[in-house]
């Protein structure tokens, strides 16, 4: 354990812990997550996106740090492995990005095509 997030924690050994599902209560999860999506709608992001938190006990709560819209996708990366808790495997997740940029590429075709 370390006091900061570095590049040893990162990618050598297992210096990072994932706690999937997060210690949170029904309504503190579901605070974030509508938190998350107001930040992801808000900024007109497309496509995969995480929305990292601080949390401020007995002060503030949840504070948006960054949203981070190209996130790591290496077997060791957080994005893939928080989808792989929530139940999501890693090809049906890429499977699900890819007919989502299939999509988002047909609608703009037929709003370019006008």
Same mark, same amino acid.
Request: aromatic content about 20%.
């Given at each position: 354990s370390h006091e900061?997030?570095?590049?040893d924690d990162k990618?050598?050994?297992d210096g990072a812990k994932l706690l999937v599902p997060a210690p949170l209560s029904a309504t503190e999860v /579901?605070?974030?997550q509508q938190l998350a999506i107001q930040i992801y *709608?808000?900024?007109r992001s497309d496509?995969? /996106?995480r929305v990292d938190f601080f949390y401020e006990v007995?002060? *503030?709560g949840f504070l948006c740090n960054e949203i981070n819209t190209i996130p790591g996708f290496t077997p060791i990366s957080m994005y893939p492995k928080l989808w792989q808790a929530s139940g999501?495997?890693?090809p049906e997740l890429l499977d699900e990005l890819i007919d989502l940029a299939i999509a988002r590429h047909a609608k703009?075709?037929?709003?370019t095509s006008r």
């Open positions: 900061f997030y570095d590049y990618y050598i050994g /579901a605070e974030v *709608r808000t900024l496509g995969m /996106a007995g002060k *503030r999501v495997s890693y703009r075709r037929r709003n």
